[in-house]
């Protein structure tokens, strides 16, 4: 299961790295694994996340996952994203924009590829934290059977009684990190709306079609939203993979706005490793951003998010912290390891406290009789 998951991600991982040593030498090696464990690091609560709604998806539509997905994942946010962004902020055209990535100007000179990417940080982190602040707080106010944390997430349940308790906070929130943003106020405060207008229209999409495959079980939703929280309540007991049509191809849209949320961070931060582009596509889009896919089929496959019951909301509070952090860096900057290790604290914690949780479930199953057997 393992080398058949993570077979091509390993073998295009030496491909990287080859070229890297082809194009730049051995430095150009060591910064393309950087950037991959970077990106590896900072994408494990997306794992979990995607892991959540792949399981709801039919074998086609998760080889879509796997294929066109990682083509939008690589090229497009790793790649055109950038450039996209450094054309609109210095009114290049594109010919003009890969020219000057190309030419790898440092990250403090002004004019340069990567100047001009990290004074549209701001912008970014507006529209990416605000997002991803939307999926937190979405989880945190649903109500549902396990708790992890319950001395923080039973008032959040009692406080997402409210009606359009998360629209509200989420504004609150934005105000809040736009009238902290000095020169970069009103940009911010349009990111942000705009971070939360996409958040609707992708969970809401499923709102303009008759959502009603005959392969879901039966069950029909009128909102990608519905969609999404079912696939965070589906047990071990259910079918694995029954979602296809258009229920599918919304809930792979939504996958796709969720990834490039989480890239954000990744791509920006590269640039305070590298100013090189190709070296970036190589680390943060070969390596890392098809590992984190093949890490969430594993999940998938294995059924490891019902075996271990925590690790969704792990993966949410990484994502909460992410997204605040996200906001954080509108004016203060963060490191990237603070970051990266953030998430793979939550997720570590989730899974340790999932694997407590399951050996006292057992050993309240374990027959009496077995357990003096055991204690004899």
């Known amino acids: 299961m393992f080398l058949k998951t993570f077979g091509w991600s390993l073998a295009i991982t030496v491909l990287a790295l080859a070229i890297a040593l082809v194009y730049g030498g051995w430095s150009a090696v060591i ?42 994942a690589v090229f497009g946010m790793r790649v055109l994203f950038p450039l996209l962004i450094v054309g609109v902020t210095a009114s290049l055209n594109p010919v003009e924009a890969v020219q000057l990535a190309l030419e790898k100007g440092p990250i403090d000179e002004p004019g340069t ?65 736009g009238t902290t943003a000095g020169d ?27 959502v009603d495959d005959p392969e879901d079980d039966g069950n029909s939703f009128e909102t990608t939203g519905e969609m999404v929280a079912e696939a965070n ?52 889009g070969l390596i890392g951003a098809l590992f984190v896919r093949s890490l969430t089929v594993f999940l998938v496959r294995q059924g490891t998010l019902d075996e271990f019951e925590y690790l969704d909301h792990g993966a949410h509070w990484a994502i909460g912290a992410l997204a605040a952090i996200l906001l954080v860096t509108i004016t203060t900057e963060v490191n990237e390891v603070v970051t990266g290790l953030i998430g793979v604290v939550f ?30």
């Open 31 to 72: 910064i393309t694994a950087i950037l991959g464990v970077l990106e590896i690091s900072l994408s494990f609560d997306n794992a979990v996340v995607n892991a959540r709604i792949l399981e709801r998806m039919n074998p086609f539509w998760q080889k879509m996952f796997l294929t066109v997905g990682i083509i939008i």
């Open 113 to 177: 590829y990567a100047y001009l990417l990290h004074e549209a940080h701001p912008q970014i982190a507006a529209f990416g934290g605000m997002f991803l602040l939307m999926i937190f707080l979405d989880f945190m106010f649903e109500e549902r059977e396990i708790l992890w944390l319950t001395w923080l997430e039973r008032p959040l349940l009692f406080i997402g009684k409210l009606p359009m308790v998360n629209v509200v906070v989420a504004l609150a929130v934005l105000a809040v990190a």
């Open 184 to 210: 970069h106020q009103s940009t911010v405060l349009v990111a942000g709306i705009a971070g939360l207008v996409t958040y609707f229209l992708v969970t809401g999409l499923g709102g303009l079609f008759d």
């Open 233 to 284: 309540r589906i047990s071990a007991k259910r079918r694995v993979g029954n979602v296809a049509g258009k229920a599918a191809f919304l809930l792979f849209l939504y996958l796709e706005v969720i990834d490039a949320s989480f890239s954000f961070d990744g791509v920006i931060g590269a640039f305070a490793i590298t100013a090189d582009p190709i070296i970036i596509a190589l680390g943060l």
């Open 347 to 376: 997720i570590l914690a989730a899974f340790i406290s999932s694997v407590v949780r399951n050996k006292r479930k057992a050993g309240e199953h374990e027959p009496a009789g077995d357990r003096a057997t055991v204690a004899s």
